[in-house]
């Protein structure tokens, strides 16, 4: 036994290491999460989804992949949207509790990288571009989500991160605002910084949660502006603005 193992012990007497959703105490240092969210996640990863804006396919049928709300649109600024699941339950506890405490972030890239690979690679990807977050709350959490889990794709998919979008301007965080409010927020929110490595390129956008596809589109609209030929996104979960289970 190395004399770490007793130190370890003797830490997770006094600091309990506790399951990255729900917070009870584990007592296996390997496993991260209790067997109630292990379970209960299994619900809420993968399922049936519109391939073009990620939400569940309900009772309605896909028709080539998409549901008909999205068919209704050509030419979607984002051409597909890949998922990890729904937001609800453990992964949207999960997400939550990473996108304030950068906890799990190897897992939850791992995860974007298996759901994303077939289709980054159908795609023809070039390159991940993380959505940027404003300074102010990446000063205040100390990280960039939606850049860790980048770099974690990439480091599986063999595909390279490139920061080709800035904030443009201030924007008000989205929570608690409707479709529409959301929609006009982010209008503009993101300029390219680099239209020489945007142009012609095939890209993947990465963040944590997609809620209305607002902040994806207008993501996207600034790197075709650029010249980008074909812009797809993957993120963990995807929400639904009316289920308050979900906010
Ligand atoms: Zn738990
Ligand atoms: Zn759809």
Redesign the pocket.
């Known amino acids: 036994m190395s004399i770490a193992a007793p130190f370890r012990a003797c830490l997770d007497l006094v600091f309990p290491r506790t399951?990255s959703?729900?917070r009870?105490p584990l007592f296996e240092p390997r496993i991260r999460?209790?067997d109630?969210?292990a379970a209960d996640l299994a619900h809420h990863v993968g399922g049936e989804y519109c391939a073009q804006c990620a939400c569940d396919a309900g009772p309605h049928l896909l028709v080539n992949g998409r549901c008909s709300d999205c068919r209704v649109h050509s030419r979607p600024p984002v051409s597909r949207i890949v998922r990890v699941g729904r937001h609800r339950g453990t992964l949207r506890a999960l997400v939550l509790a990473y996108k304030y405490e950068r906890v799990l972030d190897d897992l939850l890239g791992d995860w974007m990288a298996h759901a994303s690979q077939s289709v980054i690679s159908e795609a023809e990807v070039d390159t991940l571009v993380p959505i940027p977050t404003p300074l102010i709350r990446r000063w205040r959490r100390g990280f960039h989500p939606a850049d860790l889990l980048a770099r974690r794709i990439a480091s599986r998919t063999h595909l390279v991160v490139t920061p080709l979008l800035a904030m443009a301007r201030r924007v008000r965080p989205q929570t608690g605002l409707s479709a529409t409010e959301r929609e006009e927020n982010i209008r503009g929110a993101f300029r390219c910084i680099s239209p020489r490595r945007t142009a012609g390129r095939s890209i993947c956008l990465v963040d944590d949660v997609c809620t209305t596809g607002a902040t994806l589109r207008e993501a996207a609209r600034a790197l075709k502006a650029a010249g980008a030929q074909r812009v797809m996104a993957v993120v963990i979960s995807r929400a639904v603005l009316s289920d308050p289970a979900q906010s």
Request: net charge negative; charged share 25%.
């Open positions: 399951c959703a729900c009870e999460l209790c109630e969210c």
